[in-house]
């Protein structure tokens, strides 16, 4: 399993970002892919998840109204979409997919919070928004 970022960059604060997860090797659909932004001396938290087979999305309240998840099941890719960006959001940004299935009582916000099941990361990709 593999999963590849891409699109960030250095932006302004006010501006809009595009990061995509491209997942590759996976032999079921229904797994969640999460964002996991991470600043020097933060822990990854995750701000974001889809759920690839239906679309179903969780939001951190720091990012809600201003980033949004989606996925191409076509694709197998994940994408988020970041606009009105502050500096406060400058992290790496690190996409991660469960490796295991959650139990079925967990909900979407549940599974987005719950790190343990997160088994595959990306590399990350650097988000850097200047004042």
């Known amino acids: 399993v593999q999963l590849v970022e891409s699109g960030g960059g250095l932006v302004q604060s006010g501006d809009s970002l595009r990061l995509s997860c491209a997942a590759s090797g996976f032999t079921w659909d229904y797994y969640v892919i999460g964002w996991f932004p991470q600043a020097p001396g933060n822990e990854r938290a995750a701000v974001s998840c889809?759920?690839?087979?239906?679309?179903?999305?969780h939001y951190a309240d720091s990012v809600k109204g201003r980033f949004t998840v989606s996925s191409d099941r076509t694709k197998n890719t994940a994408y988020l979409e970041m606009s009105n960006l502050k500096t406060e959001d400058t992290a790496i940004y690190y996409c991660a997919a469960e490796s295991r299935r959650p139990p079925s009582w967990m909900n979407m916000d549940e599974r987005c919070k719950t790190v343990e099941y997160m088994g595959y990361w990306g590399k990350g990709s650097q988000v850097t928004v200047s004042s």
């Open positions: 889809v759920k690839m087979t239906d679309g179903s999305t």
